[in-house]
């Protein structure tokens, strides 16, 4: 096991940290599922969703054709559509739902968590090589974009751009020190899983600020009008584009 990463008190975090995540790498379902799970419990902790579900409510407005086809990308758990499952729900609103992880493990992993109820599509591919057999109404990823290189950043952007008919949604970390430094604390207090304790804080440190954001926008062929940047605490950064109708 690695030792938790630590970049020093006087790190200015001015760059994206080159910081490998242990759950990138290869490893058991057993240990995986250990690891979704306490990520999960942090996600609660944090209210990671919220800013999710603040985009969604004001896209209702525009969301005239349904079923509205909505794809999560790097869906790990599959607990963001399990809450846009019951978001639809308490709004009668017909959706169809998919969530997209590269690793297959993850899917067997959101498929068994879900209810039996529940008719959320579970799909295994990369996303920068998947074709859809039809368009997604709104594409949306919470926590995946920082685990990309940049140039895959700006792929992932296009191909949101070209696959979703009314938006996207990229809820994500902002890079800080005070974050990533009580993340490093709060991890090892809660005991969360050794993966959690090495990634969290690795997460932060790998993640996108605002003036990065739009320079990798601008490289996949988006004007500064054509989304918004937002900060939501704690140490959340979404970047969001809502189409015109």
């Known amino acids: 096991m690695d030792t938790i990463p630590d970049l020093g008190r006087r790190a200015r975090f001015t760059e994206r940290a080159h910081i490998p995540e242990r759950m990138d790498q290869p490893c058991s379902r057993d240990e995986l599922r250990a690891c979704l799970h306490d990520i999960a419990r942090l996600n609660r902790w944090f209210l ?33 559509l399990r809450r846009i499952e019951c978001w639809a ?15 297959p493990d993850a899917v067997a992993i959101a498929a068994e968590a879900s209810p039996r109820a529940s008719r959320i599509r579970w799909v295994a591919a990369n996303v920068l090589e998947y074709a859809p057999g039809k368009p997604f109404h709104v594409v949306v990823s919470s926590l995946f974009a920082h685990h990309l290189r940049d140039s895959d950043v700006v792929r992932f952007l296009a191909w949101m751009e070209h696959h979703a008919q009314l938006g996207w949604f990229i809820n994500d970390l902002s890079r800080a020190a005070v974050p990533y430094h ?49 900060a939501f605490r704690p140490a959340r950064l979404c970047v969001a584009r809502l189409k015109p109708a």
């Open 48 to 80: 990671t969703h919220r800013p999710l579900f603040h985009w969604l409510d004001a896209l209702i407005p525009a969301a005239v054709l349904q079923p509205l086809r909505i794809l999560d990308v790097g869906c790990g758990r599959g607990d963001a």
């Open 89 to 103: 729900a308490r709004r009668s609103i017909a959706v169809e739902l998919t969530g997209l992880d590269i690793n």
């Open 182 to 230: 009580l993340l490093r604390i709060l991890a090892k207090l809660a005991r969360l899983h050794p993966f959690v304790q090495y990634d969290a804080p690795a997460s932060i440190a790998r993640a996108l600020v605002a003036h990065e954001w739009r320079r990798l926008c601008s490289a996949a062929g988006l004007a500064e009008h054509d989304y918004s940047i937002r």
